[in-house]
């Protein structure tokens, strides 16, 4: 499943193809994803022009900009100023469990469950490709704060918004187990399984350990090791970005090398003791039982 780092090396792989670019041909081949595309979608997006993409916890943000006839582009959302009271405008794109979207060249046939083209002016042509359909693409309009789906979201977790008190005010009295609650949305964005599962490893906490009872010093440590976890993949995926053009395939969600997330019953590379599974909130999760504590 692509996670925060996936979405942050798509938003910097098709930037520079689409910003600044104007939407030449919109082309749905299913509209049955897990939000069905707007209908209509296809006409209103020609001859837009995109603006500077942005990303929002797993959610990537397409501002797009009416342009009048020979005048200025009028500005999109995200923006206070809208000249001449034209309401903002944006793509909202979640890619799901199985999403991925890349650059294809004009002429490059579509393949199985590539659902959605847009083709820009000078040929790049964005492709989404989605086997399980659980990704969607839908307008947001207005303020991106004030969306339904946007504004309850907790800090970014390579911002400063996210400091080294957030994760100790926010267990206080919570009995849930640590690994869920870093997995809330409200909490933090963007820490999935995989990443939760690292980050704790690295801060030696058992993940099964009730959130409201972590120090405040463990919870500054366990902050570092979700910036360093997630940070680590964002650089190595731009290690990867010539794949989100044509002709190398799928966008590589990069294997990284991992310490704990889907090695159970391997030795831990720290202390050697067979890694731990066990179930939290629904999620599969490993560890080590000596390192972590
Ligand atoms: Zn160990």
């Known amino acids: 499943m692509p996670e925060l780092p996936e979405v942050e090396t798509t938003r910097r792989g098709i930037a520079p193809y689409l910003e600044g670019r104007e939407i030449r041909e919109v082309i749905v081949r299913n509209r049955r994803l897990r939000v069905p595309v707007p209908e209509g979608?296809?006409?209103?997006?020609?001859?837009?022009?995109?603006?500077?993409?942005?990303?929002?916890a797993k959610y990537l943000i397409l501002p797009v900009e009416a342009q009048p006839a020979g005048g200025e582009a009028v500005t999109a959302v995200g923006s206070d100023a809208h000249p001449e009271g034209a309401p903002g405008r944006a793509l909202l794109w979640h890619l799901g469990m199985s999403g991925s979207l890349r650059i294809a060249r004009l002429g490059e046939s579509p393949k199985k469950h590539d659902h959605v083209d847009l083709v820009m002016e000078e040929g790049a042509i964005l492709r989404y490709h989605d086997p399980r359909r659980f990704g969607f693409l839908d307008w947001l309009e207005g303020d991106t704060a004030r969306d339904r789906r946007l504004a309850r979201l907790g800090p970014e977790p390579l911002s400063?918004?996210?400091?080294?008190?957030?994760?100790?005010?926010?267990?206080?009295?919570?009995?849930?187990?640590?690994?869920?609650?870093?997995?809330?949305?409200?909490?933090?964005?963007?820490?999935?399984?995989?990443?939760?599962?690292?980050?704790?490893?690295?801060?030696?906490?058992?993940?099964?350990?009730?959130?409201?009872?972590?120090?405040?010093?463990?919870?500054?440590?366990?902050?570092?090791?979700?910036?360093?976890?997630?940070?680590?993949?964002?650089?190595?995926?731009?290690?990867?970005?010539?794949?989100?053009?044509?002709?190398?395939?799928?966008?590589?969600?990069?294997?990284?090398?991992?310490?704990?997330?889907?090695?159970?019953?391997?030795?831990?590379?720290?202390?050697?003791?067979?890694?731990?599974?066990?179930?939290?909130?629904?999620?599969?999760?490993?560890f080590c039982a000596t390192c972590q504590t």
């Open 160 to 286: 400063p918004a996210f400091d080294d008190e957030r994760l100790f005010v926010c267990s206080r009295k919570r009995r849930l187990a640590v690994k869920p609650f870093l997995m809330d949305n409200a909490v933090v964005v963007g820490v999935g399984n995989i990443y939760a599962a690292e980050a704790l490893f690295l801060a030696g906490i058992d993940p099964r350990r009730a959130a409201g009872q972590i120090s405040r010093e463990r919870y500054v440590r366990l902050t570092a090791a979700i910036r360093e976890v997630l940070a680590a993949a964002i650089t190595q995926g731009g290690t990867t970005l010539r794949d989100f053009v044509s002709g190398t395939g799928e966008p590589g969600y990069f294997a990284q090398r991992l310490n704990v997330y889907g090695r159970d019953g391997e030795p831990c590379r720290r202390c050697g003791r067979e890694l731990a599974l066990v179930t939290l909130g629904q999620r599969a999760s490993v």
């Open 41 to 56: 979608l296809e006409n209103a997006l020609v001859g837009m022009r995109i603006g500077a993409l942005e990303r929002r």
